[in-house]
């Protein structure tokens, strides 16, 4: 088990990531953070599908060294858009928006 941080939004939940021969097997809200005790949002709750792996077992869908971040003046279908692109199409990890509504 590793201790590690969700990487989807600003908040910083804790996370609880168990291991099998260094592959992620399951995660879990660490119910010792201050922040979340425990608990996860959907994206949080989803976060071992960003490790993806190909036939040949090698990592896909997992660019970690471009961000994208939105903000209050693009409206839900642009957001939405952009969220789509950069996740799906480019394999960005590190994508949040501002707004909060």
């Known amino acids: 088990m590793t201790h590690s941080v969700c990487p989807y939004c600003a908040i910083g939940c804790g ?3 168990f291991t099998k021969g260094k592959r992620p097997i399951a ?3 660490n119910p010792d953070s201050p922040v979340n ?6 994206k949080g709750a ?3 599908q ?3 792996r190909n036939g040949d077992d090698v990592a896909v869908n997992h660019l970690k060294t471009v961000a994208s ?3 209050a003046t693009l409206d839900n279908e642009e957001n939405y858009l952009l969220k789509k692109l950069f ?3 480019l394999g960005i990890l590190p994508i949040e928006n501002q707004a909060r509504l």
């Open 37 to 42: 005790q425990g608990r996860l949002c959907p």
């Open 69 to 71: 971040l939105g903000g």
């Open 50 to 52: 960003l490790v993806d």
């Open 87 to 89: 996740t799906g199409g």
């Open 46 to 48: 989803n976060t071992l």
């Open 15 to 17: 996370l609880l990531v």
């Open 27 to 29: 995660i879990e809200g």
